[in-house]
């Protein structure tokens, strides 16, 4: 089942919703019913059938450290899961990504055509 845009966008307000480091913003991109999270050009999450699934850096687990590894998707590496109570949490999703960031490669360069 695809995420929809009203989850989407509820996400992506609560991110941007508090200042984040750098002064970056949240950004998607949408790949075959699902939603790619960026923050300052690098891949941190996803959404994924509803659910917001963020890559198991060290600083996630640690910020999260009751949170379950789910499969954004069959094949796929696994992910932590952020609760709704979590997403609800302005704060701790600022906190969280401005933890995340320092330890997320940086962004490829895409192929020049």
Not at 9 to 34: H, I, P, S, Y
Not at 47 to 52: A, K
């Amino acid at each position: 089942m695809p995420s929809s845009e009203k989850f989407r966008d509820c996400v992506v307000a609560q991110f941007n919703g508090e200042l984040l480091e750098g002064g970056f913003r949240v950004t998607t991109r949408k790949m075959m019913g699902e939603y790619i999270l960026y923050a300052d050009g690098k891949i941190f999450g996803g959404i994924y059938d509803d659910r917001l699934l963020v890559k198991p850096v060290s600083a996630a687990k640690a910020m999260l450290p009751n949170a379950k590894l789910q499969l954004p998707y069959d094949g796929a590496k696994p992910m932590l899961r952020v609760t709704a109570e979590q997403i609800a949490d302005k704060g701790l999703l600022a906190r969280l990504l401005n933890a995340m960031l320092p330890e997320l490669p940086a962004a490829k360069a895409g192929k020049k055509k």
